[in-house]
């Protein structure tokens, strides 16, 4: 009988008496580079810096475009797992979004707190659905954002999931609780345990995490706080709750400021908190992105059908006027429908060429958008499709 390779007795599972902040010290003192990072504006504490409005040219270029993907993907995998992108979005779109966030916490007297703060924080949950069924344009105006499309993909592939949360700190505003985010990251360690080692390495891969600056993010406001490189330790997920974590997070945690429109993404592995607003009168907004692989589980349940036949006819409007190009039509779609085709039922929803899969709703949408078919007749494929797709 042969003896079992060596490499098969190697601890799969781990448990909190694991941790070893020698091991994390050692790969949070790291230093940021910016030779290693030439598309990037500068490094502010530790962390990647760069400006959109350097990267009007690369939309459309599959070269450049690349090039901007594998840089910012290197940022999050092996390099400080953070980056904030300046101008990502123009102040116009910033303020129409910020009525209806306004609107929707006046309509919602009940708002859920933050998971991670106390009580003063003020979330809109899923803002991405609501800001959608308020307003079409303004939904259209901040989703066909082309450096987010980029972004996303740097990290998570085409076709990716998103949803978003409004975060306001109000004055008096605590920090959060330093912690590591979906999907291990919503699980008590007595669960995280549960997973092997390849989990807690896998599901950083499933989500990027976003910010968008709303207002302006004085660092007394308490912009994001972040512990660059820490997404490169492989028990992350069970050390964020450990009664010494938050001593040693404060010890070796950076922050940088923001101004409106500015955004954030990082690793969702890397540890991070919101910071504590410090001052008496100033409202800091941020809108939460998260982004998701086509491949995993979205954070909030999104009833794409409501959202896509609710602003199909704005979308259809754009294309006949020429208002939108189709870029920018797709990369709503991206945002504002399912785009996997999976799960669905493989007895009713075959495809008539070579083809895997059938038509995702990303696909019908868009090919019902160049055909010019009325929403009447968008909505009836749209619900003949989920109905195709159901198990009997």
Request: charged content about 20%; aromatic content about 10%.
């Amino acid at each position: 009988m042969k003896e079992k390779s060596s490499s098969l007795n190697h601890q799969v599972y781990f448990s909190d008496s694991d941790i070893d902040y020698d091991e994390l010290i050692s790969i949070c003192s790291q230093e940021t580079i910016e030779a290693n990072y030439p598309l990037s504006d500068s490094i502010s504490n530790n962390v990647v810096i760069y400006d959109a409005k350097d990267f009007r040219s690369f939309v459309g270029n599959i070269e450049e475009e690349i090039k901007l993907k594998t840089e910012m993907h290197h940022v999050l995998e092996s390099g400080p797992g953070v980056f904030v992108v300046r101008n990502l979005y123009n102040e116009d779109v910033i303020d129409e979004s910020n009525a209806i966030f306004e609107k929707i916490v006046k309509n919602e007297s009940n708002s859920s707190n933050d998971h991670f703060a106390a009580g003063t924080n003020t979330r809109i949950w899923n803002s991405f659905q609501k800001v959608a069924m308020e307003n079409q344009e303004a939904f259209i105006n901040y989703y066909s954002n082309d450096l987010v499309k980029i972004i996303a993909e740097s990290w998570c592939g085409p076709n990716s999931q998103m949803t978003a949360q409004v975060n306001i700190v109000r004055p008096g505003g605590e920090m959060q609780k330093p912690h590591r985010d979906y999907h291990l990251g919503f699980q008590e360690n007595e669960v995280v345990e549960k997973f092997p080692i390849s989990i807690h390495r896998l599901s950083n891969y499933l989500t990027l995490q976003g910010g968008v600056a709303h207002t302006d993010m004085p660092l007394e406001s308490g912009p994001t706080v972040v512990l660059p490189y820490s997404q490169q330790y492989d028990l992350g997920y069970l050390t964020w709750r450990d009664t010494n974590f938050a001593d040693f997070f404060n010890k070796y945690s950076v922050q940088n400021s923001m101004s409106k429109g500015d955004g954030i993404f990082f690793n969702p592995a890397i540890f991070h908190a919101a910071g504590a607003n410090t001052t008496n009168n100033f409202h800091r907004i941020g809108n939460l992105l998260q982004i998701s692989s086509a491949f995993g589980k979205t954070m909030e349940h999104i009833d794409y059908i409501k959202i896509i036949t609710h602003i199909y006819p704005s979308l259809l409007d754009h294309i006949k006027n020429k208002t939108l190009s189709e870029r920018l039509i797709e990369n709503v779609l991206i945002c504002a429908t399912d785009g996997y085709a999976f799960p669905t039922n493989l007895d009713s929803d075959k495809n008539s060429d070579s083809k895997l899969q059938g038509m995702s709703m990303f696909d019908l949408t868009k090919q019902s958008l160049l055909d010019s078919l009325s929403p009447e007749k968008f909505k009836l494929k749209l619900l003949e499709q989920q109905q195709v797709r159901l198990a009997r």
